[in-house]
């Protein structure tokens, strides 16, 4: 770069090749001025943060001399120059010119021959005398002292817990650079990022940023290189890249959460609590920790039935139903380890009518094939058959795709 500190070689020959075809060469010190001259050509709107000397920055550039002919730019070899600022590394004039300056901010910057190369120049690339205009564009900037930023968007009201190191997370994301160029979303998958925090399974500046969030915040988290993916970088993720992140917590749980209940109502004579091996009746509304409605048997028009302690719900949800009176209503929250652990349920590929013996014979297709089980000490075709009354929604005599759909957590017959 020719900015560099004195003895950089340039490797541009743009100046020998002309002066072999017979141009001219520039003229040293035409229209010198002794001073820096600094011309911003465009300042961003929002500037958090300014260039300090000790910084480390990363910035494109295009070097001319005075009457426009180029010397040397980092567009050409499509790489930011990345430096200290203040610290020796750069020629003296552009060590002034950066500070200040904001990111993604424009500088024309005029440095005269005694803040340059002075009366030697570099080689015969730049001569002696010469004045050095560069056009400026700031991408990046941190110190190496940096820790990272959290800055709270969007904090529900009600947040009984927050999360904590050893939780587990769902959660959105957009990561840009500092500049605003997006290198990743989770939004583009259409799938949440889900992790172990404060486990090392994230960068350490992620680990750090998500501790203490509740579920559905939002917060913007902006990670220096060093807690990053430091100089190498990774992917499109450049070396020395500071990273933003606009996250929005989905839900998260410990491996060691039991089930929740919280008793809304409950009948004040209730003599008769129901118990392992009870035949129940009962409506709900299904719903993930962000509010989203997985199903409802309101919407239906049908109790879902069951025997308790039989292996036909989750085991979250078996245990949430014990020890309730008739008329009781109750929220049950159930962590994943209790309801459909890792691998959440899909949808079976059903493109036909399913009777009652085909249903049967999925069911124990499930089973052979080790995506379910049948509970031991229980009658399995009755089971069975109480699962196709269950699945079937109309009360048709048979099950079809859209019925499969509407419920979607016995899709994958973890009840099994």
């Known amino acids: 770069m020719a900015f560099g500190a004195r003895g950089w070689r340039p490797r541009s020959l743009l100046l020998l090749l002309l002066w072999v075809t017979g141009q001219a060469a520039p003229v040293a010190g035409l229209g010198v001025s002794s001073e820096l001259q600094i011309e911003r050509r465009f300042v961003p709107d929002e500037c958090p943060r300014t260039v300090r000397s000790g910084d480390f920055v990363r ?132 799938h949440t990022f889900d992790t172990y925090i404060g486990q090392g399974y994230v960068i350490p500046g992620m680990d750090e940023g998500l501790l203490g969030v509740c579920i559905g915040e939002r917060r913007r988290i902006v990670v220096p290189p060093h807690l990053g993916y430091g100089e190498e970088g990774r992917g499109n993720i450049p070396g020395s890249a500071v990273l933003v992140f606009d996250i929005h917590v989905i839900d998260f749980h410990n491996p060691s959460d039991s089930i929740s209940i919280t008793s809304h109502y409950k009948p004040p004579n209730c003599s008769v609590l129901s118990k392992k091996g009870d035949y129940l009746k009962y409506h709900y509304n299904a719903s993930l920790l962000d509010g989203t409605l997985l199903d409802s048997t309101w919407k239906l028009g049908k109790t879902y039935n069951i025997v308790l302690g039989s292996g036909q719900v989750v085991l979250g949800m078996d245990m949430g139903l014990r020890e309730m009176c008739v008329g009781e209503k109750r929220r049950v929250i159930i962590p994943p380890h209790l309801g459909y652990g890792e691998a959440g349920v899909a949808l079976p590929f059903v493109t036909c009518v399913l009777s009652p013996f085909q249903f049967s014979e999925y069911i124990h297709a499930q089973v052979a094939t080790g995506k379910g089980k049948l509970a031991p000490g229980f009658n399995a075709e009755m089971i069975v058959k109480n699962m196709f009354t269950n699945q079937d929604r109309n009360g048709d005599g048979k099950v079809i795709a859209e019925e499969f759909k509407l419920k979607d957590q016995e899709a994958k017959h973890d009840e099994l």
């Not at 910035?59 to 426009?68: A, E, N, Q, R, S």
């Not at 010119?97 to 440095?111: D, P, Q, S």
């Open 59 to 190: 910035y494109h550039y295009v070097g001319t001399f005075l009457d426009g002919q180029k010397f040397d730019s980092s567009y050409d070899r499509d790489s930011t120059f990345n430096v200290f600022v203040g610290k020796g590394q750069l020629i003296a004039g552009m060590d002034q010119a950066l500070v200040g300056m904001c990111v993604n901010e424009r500088r024309f910057v005029t440095i005269p021959p005694n803040l340059a190369y002075g009366s030697e120049g570099v080689w015969k690339d730049i001569p002696g005398q010469a004045s050095l205009v560069f056009d400026v564009a700031l991408l990046d900037l941190h110190n190496p002292k940096d820790s990272i930023s959290v800055e709270n968007k969007v904090v529900p009201e009600n947040c009984d817990r927050r999360s904590q190191s050893g939780d587990f997370l769902r959660y959105h994301y957009n990561g840009t650079l500092l500049d605003g160029t997006l290198f990743d979303s989770s939004y583009s998958r259409n």
